[in-house]
């Protein structure tokens, strides 16, 4: 089979591997379709010479890209029950793999194993971005009928990142929310914030992405390029500012934004991966009673219960991809990627 390398400096190959073959408690998916995550940006542009890839370290070997994979089980090894796969089955997958037996491993937050390196499918372990993926039958994650494998794989990582958020700070239809970024993570909290039933204020640099969040719902835009965000957020909510804020852009100035932006009392959430944010503690923090939130993707379950909530209210998550691609597109499909100003891509497999 072929599947998609990055080297780093924006460079990838479509490289050929070994077809998978299951070992003791493992299944192979034959992938229909896995998408492009901004993470995967990390990669894609990392050193050549090595260097640190969303906190792991770049793989010594040629590793396959993407971890958000969908499709169907294609094989079955040894040790794996017909409750946790059968042939034929349509699977999300949660792409981590820890020790299995802590605390954080039983309870679905595999990513958060503090007793061994954790595998991250697609980054330091084999990912998506091929015909097929070899995996612990433990990481499957059913996908309900009613869901195509495109919505699968955005649920995967990035629409399931959104929905993580918006679950640990408790959003509701009371709140109004402003959403710092909309690609594709930001517009995922924009549509699920809205489905929800909150009032949603988005912030985005790009117009596109504006008029996308116009679509998906939002019931207030604004650009910090032109507006004081943090002004247009309290003109917006009476002076007071919004019950809660999501930073997904990882930058700093949307991170501080987001701080100043949220009403006293309530609370900020940051989503997006690394830089840093000063944060000026009395003010900003101390004297609001503000509450700051770290989310980190989702656990198995929570990744379950989001793909029940996107059947059972039909969110369109089929419309966050504005791009689908085969595999020997992947130089391009990575280039247009990489300006950050499109819609979510997705390569059918």
Request: hydrophobic share 40%.
């Amino acid at each position: 089979m072929r599947g998609v390398v990055f080297h780093g400096e924006r460079e990838l190959e479509l490289m050929n591997f070994t077809d998978p073959t299951p070992g003791e408690g493992e299944v192979v998916i034959e992938m229909k379709a896995s998408g492009m995550c901004g993470s995967d940006l990390h990669q894609y542009r990392r050193p050549k010479s090595g260097g640190s890839t969303g906190g792991l370290a770049a793989p010594a070997e040629p590793t396959i890209a993407g971890h958000e994979p969908c499709g169907i089980v294609a094989a079955i090894g040894p040790g794996v029950s017909k409750a946790q796969a059968q042939i034929g089955q349509r699977v999300m997958v949660h792409h981590y793999a820890g020790c299995t037996v802590c605390n954080h491993c039983k309870s679905g937050w595999s990513q958060l194993c503090q007793e061994q390196p954790v595998l991250v499918y697609g980054n330091n372990a084999h990912g998506g971005h091929a015909q097929y993926l070899k995996i612990p039958a433990f990481t499957l994650v059913p996908l309900l009928d009613e869901l195509s494998f495109t919505t699968g794989a955005a649920i995967s990582c990035g629409t399931g990142t959104a929905w993580g958020a918006l679950r640990r700070i408790r959003l509701s239809g009371n709140d109004t929310i402003a959403i710092f970024g909309q690609g594709p993570v930001g517009l995922s909290a924009t549509q699920l914030a809205k489905a929800m039933g909150a009032r949603v204020i988005a912030l985005d640099v790009s117009e596109e992405r504006l008029n996308r969040a116009t679509e998906f719902g939002a019931d207030e835009v604004v650009n910090p390029r032109s507006n004081d965000p943090v002004g247009a957020i309290k003109d917006l909510t009476h002076g007071y500012g919004a019950e809660f804020t999501l930073d997904t852009s990882s930058q700093p100035e949307g991170r501080i934004a987001a701080v100043r932006g949220t009403k006293v009392w309530g609370t900020t959430c940051f989503v997006g991966e690394r830089n840093k944010v000063e944060i000026d503690v009395s003010p900003d923090m101390l004297r609001k009673q503000l509450t700051i939130v770290a989310s980190w993707t989702f656990s198995q379950m929570g990744q379950a219960e989001c793909a029940q909530f996107v059947a059972d209210r039909n969110v369109d998550v089929e419309a966050l991809f504005t791009h689908r691609w085969q595999l020997d597109q992947a130089e391009e499909a990575y280039k247009l990627f990489d300006t950050q100003t499109t819609g979510k891509g997705v390569f059918l497999i």
